[in-house]
């Protein structure tokens, strides 16, 4: 698990490199919406895409985790199929409804099943060779999955994405080995810090804008990484209605642990609420942790705290004495829906 997290910028490399050769017809470039489907660790990315380019990408894109599409898909919607494995049940289906609907399809998987299937019905995929995942779970994995989704969409021509914004993106991770991994000493490493304070407790995540993937991501790795409780919530929306849901249990305080994810990128506003919010959760006696992204774009904001929430999951599974890696309850639920 330590290798995976340490080859964060080796595994964006390789995806960037090989996405960018894979060759997608040019019909592509006209789709009137985009729709991104994975579940677990492989649909992770779907929400950085989102909450990165919502805001500028210039079709409509939606983010899924189902079995079944939307009812507006059809021919004009590009859809992507994300499965680390390739054979993850949810998308399996989603392809064949997919196909009967004639949608526009791209492919991203490590192998199995939808790799065969994307091969059977010539269509565009990238197909990756993990090898800078030596825990090969999917969820460690994101270099991939990101990189590979990035670009597979600047390749289509549907976002403006460069080789330079990614080399500064991975940049930034390399930076950040340095500041959080295992050598850096924890008087001065604030992921080995928040791990501890954290042991015992229930991580709330707050993010907002261009980082509400990395919130989603960072509650999704400490739930199968560390084995522990996790949620996250996004501002402005969480004002209109957490801050009234504090009070009660009584033993909240004890138990919940707040992490703000703040950015000088955000909107004005919304860098306003982060103060509000924070002075609202210690008038009710709430654990705050505070986490400032500095890197000078948006991309390279996501890529540094992705770095920094992997080490924070990571520091926690081993002070909460578990192997990060298995995921036996996962494992044991699908093996009885399989017998189902």
Same mark, same amino acid.
């Given at each position: 698990?330590?290798?995976?997290?340490?080859?964060?910028?080796?595994?964006?490399?390789?995806?960037?490199?090989?996405?960018?050769?894979?060759?997608?017809?040019?019909?592509?470039?006209?789709?009137?919406?985009?729709?991104?489907?994975?579940?677990?660790?492989?649909?992770?990315?779907?929400?950085?895409?989102?909450?990165?380019?919502?805001?500028?990408?210039?079709?409509?894109?939606?983010?899924?985790?189902?079995?079944?599409?939307?009812?507006?898909?059809?021919?004009?919607?590009?859809?992507?199929?994300?499965?680390?494995?390739?054979?993850?049940?949810?998308?399996?289906?989603?392809?064949?409804?997919?196909?009967?609907?004639?949608?526009?399809?791209?492919?991203?998987?490590?192998?199995?099943?939808?790799?065969?299937?994307?091969?059977?019905?010539?269509?565009?995929?990238?197909?990756?060779?993990?090898?800078?995942?030596?825990?090969?779970?999917?969820?460690?994995?994101?270099?991939?999955?990101?990189?590979?989704?990035?670009?597979?969409?600047?390749?289509?021509?549907?976002?403006?994405?460069?080789?330079?914004?990614?080399?500064?993106?991975?940049?930034?991770?390399?930076?950040?080995?340095?500041?959080?991994?295992?050598?850096? #000493? @924890?008087?001065?490493?604030?992921? +080995?810090? !928040?791990? &501890? *304070?954290?042991?015992?407790?229930?991580?709330?995540?707050?993010?907002?804008?261009?980082?509400?993937?990395?919130?989603?991501?960072?509650?999704?790795?400490?739930?199968?990484?560390?084995?522990?409780?996790?949620?996250?919530?996004?501002?402005?929306?969480?004002?209109?209605?957490?801050?009234?849901?504090?009070?009660?249990?009584?033993?909240?305080?004890?138990?919940?642990?707040?992490?703000?994810?703040?950015?000088?990128?955000?909107?004005?506003?919304?860098?306003?609420?982060?103060?509000?919010?924070?002075?609202?959760?210690?008038?009710?006696?709430?654990?705050?942790?505070?986490?400032?992204?500095?890197?000078?774009?948006?991309?390279?904001?996501?890529?540094?705290?992705?770095?920094?929430?992997?080490?924070?999951?990571?520091?926690?599974?081993?002070?909460?004495?578990?192997?990060?890696?298995?995921? #036996? @309850?996962?494992?044991?639920?699908? +093996?009885? !829906?399989? &017998? *189902?």
């Amino acid at each position: 698990m330590l290798q995976s997290i340490e080859s964060l910028g080796l595994q964006c490399q390789q995806a960037w490199d090989e996405a960018r050769k894979i060759a997608i017809p040019r019909r592509y470039r006209t789709v009137r919406h985009i729709l991104i489907n994975g579940m677990g660790g492989s649909g992770l990315v779907g929400h950085i895409i989102e909450s990165l380019y919502g805001d500028s990408i210039k079709v409509p894109l939606k983010v899924i985790n189902s079995y079944t599409l939307p009812g507006f898909v059809n021919q004009e919607t590009l859809c992507i199929l994300s499965s680390y494995s390739g054979t993850t049940e949810e998308v399996l289906a989603a392809f064949n409804e997919a196909r009967r609907r004639r949608v526009k399809l791209l492919i991203i998987c490590a192998g199995g099943t939808l790799a065969a299937l994307a091969k059977r019905h010539h269509l565009p995929a990238y197909v990756f060779e993990p090898r800078f995942n030596p825990c090969n779970q999917p969820r460690m994995g994101l270099g991939y999955m990101l990189a590979g989704t990035l670009g597979l969409l600047a390749r289509s021509g549907l976002l403006a994405t460069t080789g330079g914004e990614v080399k500064g993106a991975i940049r930034q991770i390399l930076a950040g080995h340095r500041l959080y991994g295992a050598r850096a #000493p @924890f008087k001065r490493n604030k992921a +080995k810090q !928040l791990a &501890r *304070a954290w042991r015992g407790r229930a991580p709330v995540i707050v993010a907002a804008g261009h980082l509400s993937g990395n919130a989603h991501i960072l509650a999704n790795q400490i739930n199968e990484n560390s084995k522990n409780f996790s949620n996250y919530f996004l501002i402005s929306e969480m004002n209109h209605h957490l801050l009234e849901g504090l009070r009660f249990p009584k033993l909240n305080h004890h138990y919940l642990s707040f992490l703000l994810i703040e950015s000088g990128l955000y909107l004005p506003r919304i860098q306003r609420r982060f103060a509000i919010t924070k002075k609202v959760l210690k008038r009710n006696r709430m654990a705050v942790w505070q986490y400032r992204a500095r890197s000078s774009t948006k991309l390279s904001q996501v890529a540094e705290v992705l770095l920094f929430g992997s080490y924070v999951n990571f520091y926690l599974a081993l002070l909460n004495g578990v192997d990060p890696s298995p995921i #036996p @309850f996962v494992d044991q639920f699908k +093996k009885e !829906l399989r &017998r *189902a």
